[in-house]
């Protein structure tokens, strides 16, 4: 089985449809939001937060979004697109949240840190398990035969 196939294959039952339209549905919306509100949550509030070239990360963080929110909700490079959205996530738990943590402490970094940790967790699971047998994935692994 070659790589492709490998990223593709999935025996996770069809119950991670669920995660998928949360975390698929999340991000989808977050990508756009850098789009309709920019000062609020794209170019603007990179540019609060510190983050270099925000004219041009913002709109580029809201296409990952968009991008890999889709992918996530049809089941399509299930893998792929959570890489992509781990890294994303990570990014902005390191820009927002651990200053948070150093400033705050704990208990005022966690309550704004739970939908961050919760997709973090979702995409991991999703890049553990797959798309599940509701996907495109499965339907694209099974007719090539590596299903």
Sequence with gaps: MNLFGKLLRTNAPSAVLVIRLL???????????????????????????????PHILGPFVGVVEIVCGFLLLAGLLTRIASIFLIVDISVAIASTKIPILLKSGFWPMEAEARTDYSMLMGLVFL????????????????????G
């Design 23 to 53: 975390v698929g549905g999340v991000f989808l919306l977050e990508g756009i939001k850098k789009f309709l509100f920019v000062e609020q949550w794209g170019a603007g509030r990179f540019a609060r937060i510190g983050i270099p070239s």
């Design 127 to 146: 890049l553990i398990v797959g798309a599940g047998t509701w996907s495109l994935d499965a339907r694209l692994c099974s007719r090539s035969g590596h």
